[in-house]
């Protein structure tokens, strides 16, 4: 008899809109955990039980519902879960972490600082580098402007270790350059003549820091530089 294919038809006709209908509700269950009640539904065990019980409810008797599948599907949703937390919670991480780079770079202003490069910012009190070579050597300081025009050059005998070497702005030829950037290069050789490794720092105080960039910038003689090329601090500037 076509009685109980009807019935089988009927039944499952019946179970599949009752699974449209089900996954509607988990939707809006889900939504609510988030947006009502502000519990998740990791946290909503309740949840997890009316959605088991409701789906086997209405499973087809014909079709009966994979246990393993169902249960699968429900770790699925959790693990997505949790790695949206943990998104929130880099998030978060990541914003804290920007608020403490701009308080410890607001702590550098009006310090002297030391970076590494050779470009350094001529004003009154003159442009100040800093030399380290590890033997002593002889040295050939070069200094040119912005333009690639050599302002000054000089030949001096370097030390092993750190030195400072300040430039007044004027030139060999008794010329008196403006207040602004200018670049030094150091060429250095040993008493057997081979070449030794001259590394240049900048030093000067910082006048701003600028916190809509990220990292903060800081601005020293209108160079600027991000705290990872900070080596030292030499001292705070008197109020």
């Given at each position: ?62 079709d009966p519902l994979d246990t393993n599948q169902f249960t ?168």
């Open positions: 008899m076509s009685t109980p294919i009807l019935s089988g038809t009927q039944s499952n006709v019946r179970a599949a809109n009752t699974s449209g209908t089900l996954g509607t509700s988990a939707t809006a269950a889900s939504n609510g955990a988030y947006s009502a009640s502000g519990k998740t539904i990791a946290e909503n065990f309740q949840t997890f039980l009316q959605m088991l019980t409701t789906q086997l409810q209405n499973q087809s008797p014909l699968a599907q429900l770790v699925q949703f959790t693990q997505v879960e949790q790695m949206l937390k943990s998104n929130q919670q880099l998030e978060t991480l990541v914003n804290l972490q920007k608020t403490v780079q701009g308080s410890q770079a607001l702590n550098y202003v009006g310090a002297t600082v030391t970076v590494d490069g050779s470009t350094a910012t001529l004003d009154a009190s003159g442009a100040k580098w800093r030399f380290a070579v590890n033997k002593p050597a002889s040295a050939t300081v070069t200094i040119t402007n912005t333009a690639g025009q050599t302002v000054y050059s000089g030949t001096f005998t370097m030390q092993a270790g750190e030195q400072q070497f300040t430039w007044d702005g004027k030139g060999k030829d008794g010329t008196v350059w403006p207040p602004g950037q200018y670049k030094l290069s150091v060429t250095a050789t040993d008493a057997s003549g081979q070449t030794v490794a001259v590394s240049t720092e900048v030093e000067g105080v910082v006048d701003t820091v600028d916190l809509t960039k990220q990292p903060p910038v800081l601005s020293i003689g209108n160079l600027d530089f991000t705290m990872d090329m900070i080596k030292r601090v030499s001292k705070a500037k008197s109020s």
